[in-house]
């Protein structure tokens, strides 16, 4: 049984930085595809990134170029790297994986953590 824990979520302020964590157990991490998830209130959850066993990352349109998706095979972790937010990026963001590769992995979450962009 795939286990996803994520951490990070807070409150920042806009045009500030955070980095969120997604640890993985349970599974072969390496192999899998990973993605962050967010959902606003009332709405339905909408991927932010994912990236592949192979490090390929894709992006939505609103976040390309201040945030990043990463891994780190050896901690079974990935992470989402959060620049220059704006109020707009207020969620609750989650941490997904596949068993195989795909741009949209869905076959396991994490409870979420709350991002919350405010002054």
């Known amino acids: 049984q795939v286990q996803l824990v994520e951490s990070g979520g807070g409150l920042v302020q806009p045009g500030g930085s955070l980095r969120l964590s997604c640890v993985a157990s349970g599974g072969t991490f390496e192999t899998y595809a990973m993605g962050w998830y967010r959902q606003f209130p009332d709405k339905e959850r909408e991927l932010v990134a994912s990236i592949s066993s192979s490090a390929y990352a894709y992006y939505t349109d609103s976040v390309k170029g201040r945030f990043t998706i990463s891994r780190d095979n050896d901690k079974n972790t990935v992470y989402l790297e959060m620049n220059n937010v704006n109020p707009g990026d207020t969620a609750i963001y989650y941490c997904?994986?596949?068993?195989?590769?795909?741009?949209?992995?869905?076959?396991?979450w994490g409870r979420g953590t709350q991002v919350t962009v405010s002054p």
């Open positions: 997904a994986g596949a068993t195989k590769n795909t741009d949209r992995p869905g076959d396991y």
